[in-house]
Nanobody
Framework: VQLQASGGGLVQTGGSLRLSCTAS??????MGWFRQAPGKEREFVAA?????YYADSVKGRFTISKDNAKNTVYLQMNSLKPEDTAVYYC???????????????????WGQGTQVTVSS
């Protein structure tokens, strides 16, 4: 099983980026994104399991979507801020319950990170 993430880059404040993560080897009921900024712990960003879930810090700016046919999850990031700068990680799992969807330990599979840098 592999999760391949892509789409990171450098963007100015207020700009947009779209991250993609494609799973190969099996399908997943839940896929999501976490991020880790320098010197900080990894934190939940968004996840999709029948519906979308968001961290308060990204609500209204980020949109997560999942294409089951392609086994791919997308994260459309708009109105980016410097504090969104981080390495973004894709995660996937099949035995999540809703109450744990924001927790790293609920996901059994992780992709490599993709760097997102927002300049001020």
């Amino acid at each position: 099983v592999q999760l391949q993430a892509s789409g990171g880059g450098l963007v100015q404040t207020g700009g947009s980026l779209r991250l993609s993560c494609t799973a190969s080897g099996r399908t997943f009921h839940a896929m999501g994104w976490f991020r880790q900024a320098p010197g900080k712990e990894r934190e939940f960003v968004a996840a999709f399991r029948w519906t979308a879930y968001y961290a308060d810090s990204v609500k209204g700016r980020f949109t997560i979507s999942k294409d089951n046919a392609k086994n791919t999850v997308y994260l459309q990031m708009n109105s980016l801020k410097p504090e969104d700068t981080a390495v973004y990680y894709c995660a996937a799992g099949n035995r999540l319950i809703v109450s744990t969807i924001t927790q790293e330990t609920a996901y059994g599979y992780w992709g490599q990170g993709t760097q997102v840098t927002v300049s001020s």
